[in-house]
């Protein structure tokens, strides 16, 4: 049946059917069986998910196609057996993330690359500096990123999430023992969510946010572009930085030759807007982060974890290959 003519839904309004579903069925299975059974059950978990989510395909196939024309490297042209290693590589992904709830994953296992000392200003913190903002993105793995906290740092961390479903992960992660992760689940950016906000700022505490999904309810979007293709953005990252006079760093965490490294850099030092310019600054902003993110994409291209349709102009009627 075609889906031409038929708008997906949101991100944030569809089910969890590549997440939370594949979550719960991996730690129910790496419960019972631990991780060197679970491989063969892996596969297999993933083998379904594939076949029966053609639009997730499609998207993927979608990105891929869109990475390869913009970087001009052949070899990452889509095939089905690139859509499925995709989709393997979120499997895999799910069961490192439980490894981290369980503790299983540390220091010894994660490699920090921090040309710029990022982390010497979470270590500030801990002696009354002002928090930070991390923007951070979900081409690979962020779960991964708690391994940073135990690097002697210990600052706390709030997550800030649009997903409906945050109570389902937090519910997971109590359950494999981690309750150091603060998510919290924000609808808009009002004025109450602010003072909250530079409050855990001023207390030391540091703030992270995705800078690549547009939240359901909330209209602050901005059009850049990325890969070739223009793609909407969320402007609350940067609106929430010039609001909160807070410096923004980037992080995300890849697998890369079987080993994470977790990237961290500044981007912004004193997000500030001159009077009447503040849609044109944070358009500036927004495509500047788009053009790094296109090039750590470069670096674990199959990372690429957004499954929904990224771009508006992607063709519904398309069919798999």
Known sequence: MSDAGVQEPHWAAQKE????????????ALRHLGRRPMTPVLYLIVLYFFVFGRRAR????????????????????????????????????????????????????????DPAGVRDQLRQCLHGGRGQILVCTHLGNLDVCRALAEMGEQV???????????????????EAGDRQLRLLQVSEMDAALMLDLSQRLDRGEWLAIAGDRVPLNDGRRVNVDFLGHVAPFPQGPWLMAGLLRCPVNLM????????????????????????GRREQTIAQWTQRY???????????????????????????????A
């Open 58 to 113: 499609r998207n993927i196939r979608q990105y891929q196609t869109y990475l390869a024309n913009w970087s001009g490297r052949d070899e990452l042209r889509s095939t089905t057996r690139r859509v499925f290693g995709q989709f393997m590589a979120f499997g895999e992904s799910l069961l490192d993330r439980l490894d981290v709830w369980h503790g299983r994953l540390g220091p010894a296992q994660v490699e920090l690359h």
């Open 252 to 275: 995300c965490c890849l697998k890369i030759d079987g080993r994470y490294q977790i990237r961290l850099e500044p981007f912004l030092d004193l997000p500030t807007w001159e009077r």
């Open 290 to 320: 788009a053009d790094r993110l296109a090039q750590l994409c470069l670096l674990a291209p199959q990372q690429w974890f957004n499954f929904y349709a990224y771009w508006p102009s992607i063709h519904q009627g398309e069919t798999d």
């Open 17 to 28: 059917r590549g997440s939370f579903a594949l979550m719960k069925l991996t730690a129910l």
């Open 156 to 174: 706390p961390l709030n997550v800030l999430v649009h997903n409906r479903h945050v109570a389902h992960f937090n519910q997971l992660q109590s």
